[in-house]
């Protein structure tokens, strides 16, 4: 084995195939041994990209498609029929509309509760709240 298939990772993770013909992976500093057919792959592929400067970033909007529609251009003009949409604290949406269910945590159970202006009690379990929240629905 001779030292030029000795290569020093500088990427974040670097796939290669290695002086078996085994697939591989690296990480940034660690020093592998490298396939000789492959050689040339690896050094193409292990650099660092140089950071994009502030004007690249700018040329970035000459690509957009003109024909298409950009949030900050879109005017809204009645803004009762934009649908609401909540996402509660785990990132999921919650449909306002949606049933209340087994899988709807206690806080929001809670929140359809007063959003509905149903009296919960004393209830503080889940099963206990969707009963209150179902009984008050058929009052």
């Not at 193409?44 to 000459?62: E, F, G, K, Q």
Request: charged share 30%; no cysteine; glycine share 6%.
């Amino acid at each position: 084995m001779t030292a030029h298939w000795l290569r020093t990772v500088v990427v974040g993770l670097m796939s290669y195939i290695d002086e078996r013909g085994r697939y591989r992976t690296a990480t940034a500093g660690e020093t592998v041994r490298v396939h000789e057919d492959q050689l040339e792959r690896f050094d193409r592929l292990n650099v660092l990209a140089a950071p994009m400067s502030s004007t690249a970033l700018l040329d970035i909007a000459d690509f957009m498609d003109p024909e298409v529609r950009h949030v900050d251009e879109i005017e809204i003009e009645d803004p009762d029929e934009v649908p609401t949409v909540v996402v509660d604290g785990d990132g999921a949406t919650q449909d306002p509309e949606a049933e209340p269910s087994d899988a709807w945590t206690v806080p929001r159970l809670q929140e359809y509760a007063a959003a509905k202006q149903i009296d919960l009690g004393d209830a503080t379990k889940k099963a206990d709240i969707l009963a209150a929240i179902q009984a008050g629905r058929e009052n």
